[in-house]
DNA sequence: CATGAATGAGAGTTCATTCAT
DNA sequence: GATGAATGAACTCTCATTCAT
């Protein structure tokens, strides 16, 4: 029974280390660039050790982005049930997206990449319903969010969904936007404070006239 | 002369012909999985004529960028030169975006996809400076315009290069999100309205209060 | 035109080529230890073009069979057609399968070996299902001469289709056991006598009693 | 003593152990196919341990032919030492090859894939020595009937040996061929009447006219 | 200019075998 | 003896690019 239990600990330990190289290298190269091998290397492990892990380099690839979503999903709902106004909540709601890119910025620029590329479309069935089911999970409590703050005449008018579509997007198009520049000027990193000024525009924008 | 006009008329007009397969095939199936087969057999021409008009494939994926971002730059700059007012100008800014993506959803997805991949990176030095060039001019412009908002006490005093990449990362992130969405439910497009409410928000969200 | 029908001829001719090539190596190391390289090499050609001409390896070894079973039905009718008398017949089926070994000998084996093995089980569906239909028309072939000659009194009652899985059993099982046979000892070659032999003995075997 | 025993009988059975999960696996997928971590998961055990009673994954497929050859030549044999007439030992021969179908059909065709296989040639010569004398053994023992029987006048005058290559060929090649038949249509197993039939033919084949 | 057959480097993945526990 | 995680060599197949015609 220790054993088994100590077994398994270091079974998933693996996975971790793995899921490490992994990001490293995905994120340095991309998914397509990237080679099993690079990652065997970088994770100093074998090739054919990585395929007892993850059935392949795509479900090693969204496996990353499985985790984060549900790190964001947790942080999300957390954030519905703790707080009662309106205001706060969007601004709690906010700050936990910011935590969100904090506790892993690679693994956020990663999923983002995957959210918005042609690798999305060829995901097995069964891990692109998982991605799904978690990325309108995470869209839907924002909307709850925004819904709530619509009735209690907090915000803007607007059908919800949307409004979380956009932070959503906002979200995603600073992370890419500010990586992208990064490509090209590897100094620069403005990735914090422009966060912050588009979430306090968007709080701003969605605000209603307070007389 | 006339013969020489005639000719170089020709080969712009093949280098379109081939642009516009690329754009399809592109964006049906991303920069990887589209083979340069796939593009030749779209434009009905044999995959050897693809090089004698571009470089590589990398250059072809490009192309259809820099024709965008010089579309782009245009439009942008014809606001900033005939509009005076500030909130005026940002209201043109805002409705030439949404113009750059009605004149062609495809190329403006494909760039934005570039925008975000681990493909800019390996672009030659060359045709990733003209990109970045062509991207910064774009970015200058709505910077500008904001600048002189700020000055005339329309906008909330923040940094105009800051303001301008939120701009075009609320743009990107809502055109790839709602493309993301598409993969999952090719039935429902709801980036126009979803667009013009972003947009809407940023508008409201960097007005100055005036009371 | 002229063109159309010279290109014609040098891709069948360059199919041929590789078909040639792969018969050698598919002979000499059996179809998993043959790899595309070995035939490639075989063929003076580079790996990938071998993929211009077939499919995947599967499908060029099952090409080898496919020509040869169109050869044995060609031969097979010409003697249901051509020959009246039910002995003869007889005799001239078992001369036509004499020379469809003496046609190509590797490549017979190499047929039999793909119907007793396992790779038959992993063809594309297409490729089974043609194999199939062109063994299944010679053993019908076959069996229609067993069902004239018993009709006619002159082989034992039995039914036809049985006696035609035996003859196909017999002619394979010895065609295989000697090949067999010189995987041990390569200098010994007595397939055709004993081809003879078999034949003669199963002949013997299914005639009447006259009396 | 007593120990030593026990360990022993203890090693043999879970030598009979692999070999019994062996022959289910080799032949519902087939030597390349069947893994060996295919056949420690059905013997129940693990792949490391498969090593410690077989060389290798060649080794020990062909334990199964050996152990099937064994038996093959001691039934031969028992036929040739017992019996004194020379058609009934024909007939006797017969029915023990009937017989050791019938004791294990799996193995019986996984003898005769083997043998007439790629996989032959590679065995490590020892082994590939001890296929040969063992079924050398056994085609002698064949031949050794029909020469008597040729001598006392009862079957056609031809080589004794080339006659035991044809009876051993048709039993394979039915074997075989049936076999193949399965893989289209699983349903239909005429498996034995055909060799009935077969051998019957085969008898009639070489008996001497009787006047 | 246009063609398209040919190239060949390189990727993901499998699996027989080993060896520390 | 038994385990099973780890290895890494080897395979098939793809596709951007070239070049003789």
Known sequence: MGIKERKK?????????????AKRVFSSKGFN????????REAELSPGT???????????????????????????????????????????LVEAMHDVYEFD??????????????????????LKAE??????????TIAD?????IAAGR???????????????????VVLWEASKRIIDDSKDYLKPTLDLAFEIFQRGIARDRH
Do not use: C
Not at 33 to 40: K, L, S, V
């Open 9 to 21: 600990r270091e079974r998933e330990r693996r996975r971790q280390q793995i899921m490490l190289a």
């Open 33 to 40: 660039r990237a080679t099993m091998e690079d990652i065997a």
């Open 50 to 92: 990585l395929y007892l892990y993850f059935k392949n380099k795509e479900e090693l690839y969204a496996s990353l982005s499985l985790r984060i979503l549900n790190y964001i999903n947790m942080r999300l709902e957390e954030v519905k049930d703790r707080e009662e106004d309106a205001d706060l909540r969007l601004e709690r």
């Open 105 to 126: 910025p690679l693994i956020i620029i990663n999923m983002f990449h995957l959210q918005s590329s042609e690798t999305l479309k060829r995901l097995s069935p069964a």
């Open 131 to 140: 991605i799904e089911t978690l990325s309108r999970q995470a869209l839907t």
């Open 145 to 149: 969010v925004f819904r709530d703050g």
């Open 155 to 173: 915000f803007i008018d607007h059908h919800p969904v949307a409004l979380a579509d956009i932070l959503w997007s906002l979200f995603s198009g």
